[in-house]
């Protein structure tokens, strides 16, 4: 019996390549955080790795294109955030003694320096219940500033946010990082990777909230040379971060680039092919 061609299907995984990636889109697409409900990524779809340098050039980011490949697309990302840095501008704001003591989850320490921390809707909706990650969160970051901004104790500022991190990162904890975690009122784990990629967002959504970060971006390239098990994650990864991108203000931006052979990487992973495909057509 002759069956009738999944036309859908065909459409979904040819994709024409471009000659030259384009800067003025990627601009455009950025140009959108402010207002939320725009694409979480930016499809570049050039004729080599070192063209879809040239336009990365133009977003900065604290780690590789490639490096994910080595890695996995959540470490990646997790790497971005655990070491982003305050904007310039918002340095002003921030005590004579900055730098922290310690160089990652600069993020975390700027929220404790500040005297008042804005929280806006979703976030405070979200932070109203209970058993929420983001309630955890603004839980040990309350307890962060007490210990900062009223016993102006550096030390035990520094081991909460160790013990903050290590959670965010939802790595397992050790005895001491279990007690001050529990101490701040903290019971429940990161666990999934949906929840790691959540807990990420939401801080860098309140650091945002907060004037500390701008922008922030993050590039997952040659995602032709990538395995079957890290186009997957990388999959969980758009996914999780879409749902934050719908936020405005949401600061995160991520790129994909890859040489535009959209059969082959619609054979490794159908729906990772299908969501890119919407996403910039």
Known sequence: ???TPDVRRKRILTVPPMAKPALDPAVEWTEGFDEGERSAFFA????SHYEREVLYRNFPSSVDSREWLTRSPLQTLQAVVEHAGVDQAA????????????????????????PDVLIEDPLRDL?????????????GL???????REQGDLLETNRLVTAMGTWLLGHPLDSENTRLLEHAGIQRKVGSDAEKIDTLCILLLMAAQNGLVHRLYLAFDDLERADRTKLKELLTVLQGVSRWAKVPGMPLGLFLGWNGDGAKLGKANARLAALIVQ???
């Open 1 to 3: 019996m002759q069956t």
């Open 44 to 47: 570049v779809l050039g004729a």
């Open 91 to 114: 340095k002003d704001t921030l005590p004579p003694w900055w730098p922290p003591p310690s160089a990652p989850w600069g993020l975390l320490w700027a929220l404790a320096t500040l």
């Open 127 to 139: 932070m109203d219940m209970q058993f929420s990650l983001a309630h955890d969160l603004f839980r």
């Open 142 to 148: 309350w307890e962060i500033r007490f210990n900062l």
């Open 279 to 281: 996403g910039i057509t």
